[in-house]
Every structure is written in C-alpha cells, then in structure tokens.
Nanobody, 123 residues
Framework: VQLQASGGGLVQAGGSLRLSCVVSGRIFGVRAMGWFRQAPGKEREFVVAINWSGGSTSAADSVKGRFTISRDNSKNTVWLQMNNLKPEDTAVYYC?????????????????WGQGTQVTVSS
C-alpha cells in the first residue's frame, strides 16, 4: 500500500489550498483516513480525520471551520480543503491510513503514511 500526497505550495494568508492523497490497495474503502502536520521544530500533530464511509469526521480545534476532509472510495482518494489559511498552518502535511474504520486523533492509530507535502503560508 502506498499513499501519494500532493497539492501543497506557497499561499498568502487568507488563501486556500486543496491537498490530495491517492492510496493504492484494496482496503482504502474500509479504513479511516487522516491528515497530520509537522512544523519545523515541533511535534507532528493531528489535523483532521474521516471514517471509512465519509459519514463522520473530526478536526483539531485549530482548524475547525477552516479545514474540511472528504473522500471518494471509488477513486481511493482523500482530500483536505484548507481555507482561510494562516501563517501558523505552515507545515509538512501527511496523509495516513488508519488501522480501523473509525476516526482517531492519535498518530499511533495510523499504520501507513504518505511522503508529505509542504504547505507554506506567508503573512
């Protein structure tokens, strides 16, 4: 199973970006997916997650109302729509495949990780 994340870039504060993560393998549709991020000098942190069907999501307080996760199981793809970006959102963003079907916020609940995509928000 491989996870390929893309869509990062440089954007001004207040702007938007949409990250994509394409996942190979047959189990995509039965596992939760999540996005995490890691800023320089900081620990990796949970951003958002979505359950196997897309019917349930969770988000960190810092991104609620700005970031939205979605998925299409027919395309083995999960997206992260990021609006009203702030300089503190600058980080490498990683998609991850969960060990189970339900959303989790701990990174230990995810077993496969993408390579990361850089998001930089200028002030």
């Amino acid at each position: 199973v491989q996870l390929q994340a893309s869509g990062g870039g440089l954007v001004q504060a207040g702007g938007s970006l949409r990250l994509s993560c394409v996942v190979s393998g047959r189990i995509f549709g039965v596992r939760a997916m999540g996005w995490f991020r890691q800023a320089p000098g900081k620990e990796r942190e949970f951003v958002v997650a979505i359950n196997w069907s897309g019917g349930s999501t969770s988000a960190a307080d810092s991104v609620k109302g700005r970031f939205t996760i979605s998925r299409d199981n027919s395309k083995n793809t999960v997206w992260l729509q990021m609006n009203n970006l702030k300089p503190e959102d600058t980080a490498v963003y990683y998609c991850a495949q969960g060990r189970t079907a339900v959303t989790k916020t701990l990174d230990s609940a995810y077993e496969r990780w993408g390579q990361g995509t850089q998001v930089t928000v200028s002030s």
